[in-house]
């Protein structure tokens, strides 16, 4: 890992931009039964914009380091109306990184920006001097030579900046992407994994927008900033064409401060089938998931016979105990239109999917307790000189989290849920996490595999972006 001074832009070739419109048809993918050229379209829904998806970059046969800018942009979120923002290698958001286990991915993140940022590799299992916290600035002008050691299971994860005092406003002007890991198992399962196409990707985030241009983010921002318009993908109103089959959606819950409560309207079923840690042993029938941000959901949707569908969303209230979602909070996410003219071979869900090796509780060897109230954790705030815990590697913690409304999030590792507010876990949430809202006190089992040293070490924090950069976060080792 270095960073290094780079004033000139750098020449990019092989790395395709992110976030401009691009259909993925891979007519090679048998799979996939591809349309003719007499066949025709389907007319997109009146009043609907395409859902952009962001490019992606596959490292798997890469031997080149990827080269990301971080950079300024200027969005259409409206079309023929710019907004500042902010993007990897584009515009707004950023590309989806295609990882693979057992690789070593060199990625070259180059700040173009003009201030300080870091890029933190969200669910990501790497040891603390690459895991982009804090620390690990990146100043105007110079480039942080990473190698990321992939390790860990087929996965849906992100990447976003993580600088003290400055997450929520880099974030909210854009600097988010994904990061996607496969593995043997996922490769093998028959499940829907042409991105773009059947495999979705879906970052879902809230504005303010005034005559179509988007409010740059409040000087001074302290409280939960919850904004009225959904953007996904940087798209407002959007729809996606998919094809007739299954249809896999990687939902990520990318708001400052926002949780919803996703389903599709009419209640109709779909299955889960991944938390953010990997798959679940087995998919789950749901009709709603609720989602705090940095959360992280899979689900396949069955348009083989639904034409079309609304993927809906509340507007969850900050303290969800004492408040149902209104109809006033209700919106649209996304409108999937079946086209009938692009079809995968239709099958069904596998019905194992992944097998945990799950934590026997006996073997627990250290019990650490954190609570989250009056903007701090365990009634301190947030000091970069000082280590508020240190864990050793390689054995079995139970975190005790009286988190409140607030989701909980820890770098480094995944965990499983032990127990939510006295009872177990649904089976939803049976799967590897990394981010956790209990909505009051849950317990959960966890190890650390990878060093954190003094100089860089992980970070625990509520993942509501303003609290974190205000304090509500605390530091520790792990050797």
Request: charge should be neutral; include cysteine.
């Amino acid at each position: 890992m270095m960073i290094k001074n780079k004033i000139t832009m750098l020449f990019i070739t092989g790395i395709i931009m992110a976030c401009n419109p691009k259909d993925v048809v891979t007519s090679d993918n048998p799979e996939i039964i591809n349309p003719t050229e007499t066949e025709g379209t389907i007319k997109p829904p009146n009043n609907l914009n395409k859902l952009l998806i962001p490019e992606l970059i596959d490292t798997r046969s890469r031997v080149t380091p990827v080269q990301i800018d971080i950079q300024e942009g200027n969005h259409e979120f409206v079309k023929g109306i710019k907004s500042q923002t902010k993007g990897f290698n584009g515009n707004y958001l950023g590309p989806t990184i295609l990882m693979r286990k057992g690789d070593d991915v060199k990625i070259n993140f180059t700040n173009l920006i003009g201030e300080s940022t870091t890029v933190h590799g969200h669910g990501l299992h790497v040891p603390g001097n690459v895991d982009g916290g804090p620390q690990l600035q990146i100043r105007a002008g110079q480039t942080w030579d990473v190698t990321l050691p992939i390790r860990q299971e087929a996965s849906t994860n992100w990447y976003h900046p993580h600088l003290m005092g400055k997450t929520a406003e880099h974030v909210h002007a854009g600097l988010a992407g994904l990061y996607l890991i496969e593995d043997d198992n996922s490769e093998n399962l028959n499940l829907p994994k042409t991105y773009g196409y059947d495999d979705i990707p879906i970052v879902v985030q809230d504005r303010t927008f005034v005559n179509g241009v988007m409010k740059n983010y409040p000087v001074g921002q302290k409280d939960d900033l919850r904004e009225p318009t959904l953007v996904i993908n940087g798209t407002i109103d959007p729809y996606v064409q998919v094809p007739k089959g299954n249809v896999r959606l990687r939902l990520l819950n990318g708001s400052n401060a926002r949780s919803y409560k996703f389903f599709i309207k009419g209640n109709v079923p779909f299955e889960k089938i991944a938390t953010e840690g990997g798959f679940l042993e087995a998919p789950v029938t749901l009709t709603s998931i609720v989602m705090a941000p940095g959360e992280r959901n899979e689900i396949i949707v069955d348009m083989s016979t639904n034409k079309d569908v609304e993927l809906m969303a509340y507007y969850l209230p900050k303290n969800l105990s004492k408040a149902n979602p209104n109809k006033d909070e209700l919106h649209r996410v996304l409108y999937l239109q079946r086209n009938k003219h692009l079809e995968v071979k239709n099958k069904s869900i596998p019905g194992s999917l992944n097998m945990i090796q799950r934590y026997n509780p006996s073997d627990v060897q250290n019990t650490r307790r954190f609570k989250i109230s009056n903007g701090k954790i365990n009634d301190v705030s947030m000091d970069m000189n000082v280590i508020n815990e240190r864990v050793t590697k390689g054995i079995l913690e139970k975190w005790i989290v009286n988190s409140g409304r607030h989701p909980f999030h820890m770098h480094g590792v995944s965990f499983l849920i032990l127990s939510e507010n006295g009872g177990v876990p649904k089976p939803e949430n049976r799967g590897w996490k990394d981010t956790f809202m209990p909505n009051g006190k849950g317990e959960i089992l966890l190890r650390f595999d990878y060093e954190a040293p003094d100089e860089f070490p992980y970070m625990y924090h509520c993942h509501i972006l303003e609290h974190e950069d205000h304090g509500m976060m605390g530091q520790f080792t792990v050797k």
